[in-house]
T-cell receptor, first 114, second 112 residues
């Protein structure tokens, strides 16, 4: 069975700081990888996704993530965070066969201090 | 694109009472549908998924059940709620292109 680990439970940063949130997955086959974000009081929404090709993927709002197959990792990065990035971030994985159930990590709460 | 509706938005129910949460989807046909529960510090836990009318798969043994009476309707139920059923319940479906899931606004359930 697949699993996802997000080791940072709560991250607090000042505005303009750089961000990296860790995500490691466990799965024997080829995967699709996702980062979802949940802003306070809002729907869970897709931030970015990796299916194949360039392992560095860019998402909305200046976020990017790098898939490192050898490390089973898909870390989320942003060079300069803003107060509006305060949210909860979830990494998720599914097999490549599509329409499979997503396995989520436990989430990382990000708090940006103005 | 698809839109997911969930109701009610919030619900406070006593222990032992029944539960019915509804999810409907617009903008797609024959979607795969999912029920998740989000509990503090535990992320999103998949409870049920459905690939078609009347087809339900349960991921974890629990006090809850799911049904899919229509193509774009997914219902989460319980006959008798437990305190541990409290949480934030999210309905989701796969997008038309596949692979990525779209989520509804969720229902906050508090069992007292």
């Amino acid at each position: 069975a697949q699993s996802v680990s997000q080791h940072n439970h709560h991250v607090i940063l000042s505005e303009a700081a750089s961000l990296e949130l860790g995500c490691n997955y466990s799965y024997g086959g080829t995967v699709n990888l996702f980062w979802y974000v949940q802003y306070p009081g809002q729907h869970l929404q897709l931030l970015l996704k990796y299916f194949s090709g360039d392992p560095l993927v860019k998402g909305i709002k200046g976020f990017e993530a790098e898939f490192i197959k050898s490390k089973f990792s898909f870390n989320l990065r942003k060079p300069s965070v803003q107060w509006s990035d305060t949210a909860e971030y979830f990494c998720a994985v599914t097999s490549i066969f599509g329409n499979e159930k997503l396995t989520f990590g436990t989430g990382t709460r990000l708090t940006i201090i103005p | 694109s698809q839109t997911i509706h969930q109701w009610p938005a919030t619900l406070v129910q006593p222990v032992g009472s029944p539960l019915s949460l509804e999810c409907t989807v617009e903008g797609t046909s024959n979607p795969n549908l999912y029920w998740y529960r989000q509990a503090a510090g535990r992320g999103l836990q998949l409870l049920f998924y459905s690939v078609g009318i009347g087809q339900i798969s349960s991921e974890v043994p629990q006090n809850l059940s799911a049904s899919r009476p229509q193509d774009r309707q997914f219902i989460l139920s319980s006959k008798k709620l437990l305190l541990s059923d409290s949480g934030f319940y999210l309905c989701a479906c796969f997008g038309q292109g596949g692979y990525e899931q779209y989520f509804g606004p969720g229902t906050r359930l508090t069992v007292t």
